[in-house]
């Protein structure tokens, strides 16, 4: 197999500038036209290669990989994540993704039948699902969902979270608990919450935080979780900070690993509770879940190496966001439509748009189908969408490959495939 990229002549060189010169960088076909980064990530070529050869190591010797090989690379990786995030090395484990993530702290809680899961209805359908099987078995915690209709200002987000936690609804008795799962960064719309606010409310309010980061690392600049101080904090890896997939870091602070009993699924080397003599056991199980490919976990060592080289996380997301907002405005533009977010307050890397679809057209599988393989097969392009607050929206990702044309295209794309779907629709078709 060729490799992807010869790491040694890479780093040698200045990067390439930001566009188009960018593509090279990445192993994508050459007609696609990737607008969809927050859904999957896109690693690039040099990290593809150290995945590989990482791989190549595995298998030449899994015995020698496996029982001594990786440990110390691992603890590295947990600990260039942990400095980027502001918090401490073992306060960091690496998990397949931010649902496995979420669910470990979820799966740990000791729950009482008056307790309330609080999630949000921008909520990612993985975790609302969670919450919902949670509440299904014994001893049937109940779910309470915070209602979000943006746009709303960052002031209006917290004011409105802040009058429901304190609603006669989600008050809960001297005994029980609460438990709040909020997005840094909503999954759809691509939306910035003021977490940090809110995770300051849940603390006036003896409400646990529990902060769905999957869009966070390497997209939000300057995250110090030491100071944010939330409960527990999970963020994709291989979505913005260009780890091979899957690959998330769970932030689990020294205050709090009490919580966390065991991995899921349970390690290997779990330590019954009695035994631990003030010993969390984290580490060690989370080292070894069981048999798994570590190559996209320590793939995180290249990525940042790489994150490094372009010029570091400030040039990389000063370049996407500003085109996530001049992209936004230009496919609104085109498309007839609007950004959800006129002032930009809610947009990082990820803008949101309004698309010209029938307001009566209702989501099926065979929608998702014939819309999905409109833009990806005929048209080689795709951006996420979805129904929101009474309108169909999509969400386009700006990546450090993309420029303002791509956007145009899409736009072009968008506009013949909502073309096509509507006639279907008004056919009786969709």
Known sequence: MAP?????TLYSQPPPSFGKESLQ????????????????????????????????????????????????????????????????????????????????VLRNFSWDKDDIIVTFNTSYHAITSTAAYLSDIQ???KVLQFVLNLPLSQDEIVQQFKAFIQSPEAKVGPNNKRVAIIDSIIS????????????????????????????????????????AQPDFWVSN??????????????????????????TVPTSNYYI??????????????????????????ISVLEATKFRKWLGGEHKINEYCHDLALKGGRRLAEILGTQVLDPDGSLTLNMVNVEIPLPLTLKRSQKLYETLNS????????YSAWFFYNGKWWTRVSAQIFNELEDFEKLGAAWLQVAKEITQEHEAGNL
């Open 4 to 8: 992807f990229a010869d790491l040694k």
């Open 25 to 104: 960088l990445f192993a994508m076909e050459p007609k696609y036209n990737n607008l969809n980064n927050g859904s999957y990530g896109t690693p690039p070529k040099a990290v593809l290669q150290y995945a590989f050869e990482v791989t190549q190591e595995i298998e030449s010797n899994p015995e020698r990989f496996h029982r001594f090989g990786y440990q110390d690379r691992l603890n590295e990786a947990r600990s260039q994540v942990a400095s980027l995030i502001g918090a401490q090395t073992d306060e960091c484990y690496l998990v397949a993704n931010a649902t496995v993530g979420i669910n470990t």
């Open 139 to 141: 001893p049937h915690p």
């Open 188 to 227: 759809n719309p691509g939306a910035l919450l003021p977490w940090k606010e809110i995770t300051k409310i849940c603390k006036e309010e003896s409400v646990w935080s529990v902060i769905d980061a999957a869009h966070s690392i390497g997209q939000e600049l300057d995250i110090n979780l030491s100071e």
């Open 237 to 262: 890896c291989h979505k913005w900070l260009y780890a091979k997939r899957g690959c998330a870091v769970l932030y689990i602070p020294f205050r709090n690993q009490h919580v966390i009993k065991s």
């Open 272 to 297: 019954p509770l009695a035994q631990r003599n003030g010993n969390p056991n984290l580490v060690e199980q989370f080292e070894w879940i069981g048999t798994i490919d570590f190559a996209p976990y």
């Open 374 to 381: 409109k833009l990806i097969e005929e048209h080689h392009t």
